[in-house]
């Protein structure tokens, strides 16, 4: 057999796909790719260029974040404990006024230092700026779906310009760093956006083949808002344009109707949830089970670093099931497993990748993280499912590999230089506090 | 000036009394007491045996977890997802009838162990065999409030020698581990014990001039049930036998009524919060402004490590604040310097420690702990208390004192073994699962 690139073995493996979990496995890497999943004992011809010991450890897929703004990170802690309208309007649009291309390529850096850090290889983002979120990613070795954000705002001249960038940003870098980045197109809200500039967008993605990404049903104040102007739900108004004949990433996905699920079911709509920044803002909890009753595909989502205030995948996926549970009331809503595919394979296919990533299985991109269970909260390890939702934390993760490159070994980063990073990030962002 | 004990430098203090963070500070121990809390410019005459340099670290009062059942680490993960009486019925309680005094200490010494590496100082908990527990928390250097249980379930024999072993432990252990442990007595819940026992408990409470520790108004299903049989509130019930005559520390305090709110307040009852494990069993959520608007001294606590799954009370402040921006769909509610007095002072006072601890001042006991900001998630530093209750996690400490003594330095526990506590509780967990 040929030489593979990475041999990991030793470890347990959840493949997550639907096969079960793999004791004392193995994982081979070639070329960017899993060449094998299986026992160790069926690995013992396989010899690596880089073999890792990983005997008492966890592998599993990396995690995939499905709604992000990281460069955000910048706004971390600048307005707390306030209503999303007066969040965005006094502290979070000033500030972005006043960024810089090279404060996104900053704030974004630092955004990926802190995934790799947590285990997560994948996010969708969508911002401004969004080249530099690019080359974060590049430089970083993270996979990013990114989407540079169009917000028309009643200003038709500005919609079209920044329909323009976020055609350009879709165009010139997808497939980027070595087909890391993929592109979507990044309409901000049905409420954001005119009717017109949405069906654009529609047609554009249609000519393109690229998805778009859009915040949906966030919030009941905007949604009346939005009621008003439209009649329709946000939903109804979308699916009357037709803009759902796209693939769609709709992030949070609170204010739905009976009929509003029934046509994201319809339509093949991928919702996003996005537990701790809806609680955050006081907005309200996602009613996931409806959603996935109706066959709705989910992935999971931190939101921004600003409204959360972590890009932590671990804490999400626990506060993901929590919330079910108690918006149901029911202690079986969301379990581990569920919530688990939420952030890997289902994830993966909502920002279609489904083929690519989520799972370890053979063919597959080798996006790859190692956790560390020997900690006092992940003992005993009896169920490693609940351990890995309900105890384990983004600092557990050992090693982070994405697209078959070692990111992350034994806790330090390879890609970047964590302190330089850290250090430019808050000067950065004390810099735009003073502008 | 006579030498100092330890003395911590250069750091950002957040006292959590009525002053504001210090910045540059020092804090010197002496004789297991705090002497000095200040600018370290004022500070510069002092000298200790150990002087600890924590340039852009914070320090802050130790956390203090007021509800947990610590032995149950050993069944971490053992039953998921499941609702409460099942989880009882099914999971535990036949576990729990085969548990050893061995086994508790066991688990109990894995629990400190995890709440010292998550900066844990003082935790109140309620469990059977619980002088292992105060054994425990001698071992590990901790502070323990701790009460035995008294579950007496139509079983009037077995009531009164569950009062007798409660009162032996309230006796025998109080001042025990040179002070660090403080007693109460520990009746399960209003439903599982008669008022007759009640009653009794009550009165031994008063005699001996210890408090109680109880589970209150936590199932809207055992509430039901308590109804039929006693007509009034649980709340209403107590009162009625002047049972909050005694310091009470309860627990949860889900389903109360406006007028068991009154009483809770004018009886000057201490209400428990528990978000994570009330979440995660699907009973909802505590009313905490409610609460607090009518003056009820308000904790957190973490409940045992089998029904959250942790017991870092890091995660419970954010989920604690998050819960309750959710319960009124409002962002402003329990903002984050609330919550940290939650975990520090409120929670001192709840467990009849607010002279003693929960606060960084002068002649209070040196319970301290360090968190290390210098990590990709906690950067910017823009906001401090918010940095620590939305982005810091438990890993994030670095150092922990408990008692003017230094339990944790640099992340390494100096009062355990650690590799050796984890593979007793996992050998002692897999063994009871055998039995």
Known sequence: MEKADILIYGCTILPMNEKCLIQDGALATKNRRIIFVGKRASANKIKAEIEINAKKKIAMPGLINCHTHV?????????????????????????????????????????CLEMIKNGTTCFADMYFHEDMVAKAVEKSGLRGVLAEGIIEAGNKARGE??????????????????????????????????????????????????????HLAESKE???????????????????????????????????????????????????????????????????????????????????????NTLDMF????????????????????????VLRMATVNGAKALGLGKTIGSLEVGKKADIILIDPSKP?????????????????????DTVIVDGNIVMENRKVKTLDEQAVMERAEKTSLDLLAR
């Open 377 to 397: 909260h992940l003992k005993p390890l009896h169920n490693i499912y609940a351990s890995v939702v309900y105890s384990a934390h983004g600092s557990d993760v």
């Open 315 to 338: 804490e999400t996926m626990k506060i993901a099931t929590l919330l079910q549970k108690l918006v149901y009331l029911n202690p079986k809503i969301l379990p581990v497993h569920e």
């Open 161 to 214: 310009k920044m329909l323009n960038e976020s055609i350009n940003l879709a165009k010139k870098f997808r497939g980027y760093a070595n087909g890391r980045v993929t592109t979507l197109l990044g309409p901000h809200a049905a409420y954001s956006c005119s009717p017109e500039l949405l069906t654009k967008i529609k047609n554009k993605s249609l000519e393109l083949n690229v998805g778009v990404h859009i």
């Open 222 to 308: 905007m949604f009346r808002k939005f009621e008003k102007r439209y009649r329709p739900t946000e939903v109804e108004f979308l699916d009357k344009i037709d803009f759902f004949s796209v693939h769609v990433l709709a992030a949070h996905c609170i204010s739905l109707s009976g009929e509003d699920m029934q046509i994201l079911s319809k339509r093949g709509v991928n919702a996003v949830y996005v537990p701790v920044a809806n609680m955050k803002l006081g907005v309200g909890a996602a009613k996931v089970k409806d959603l996935t009753d109706l066959g709705v595909n989910v992935g999971l989502g931190t939101d921004g670093p600003a409204s959360n």
């Open 71 to 111: 460069p955000m990170t910048l706004f971390r802690g600048i307005a707390e404990d306030q209503p999303l309208g007066t969040w965005l309007k006094e502290t979070i649009w000033p500030l972005e006024a006043k960024l810089k291309s090279e404060d996104v390529y900053v704030g974004a850096l630092l955004g």
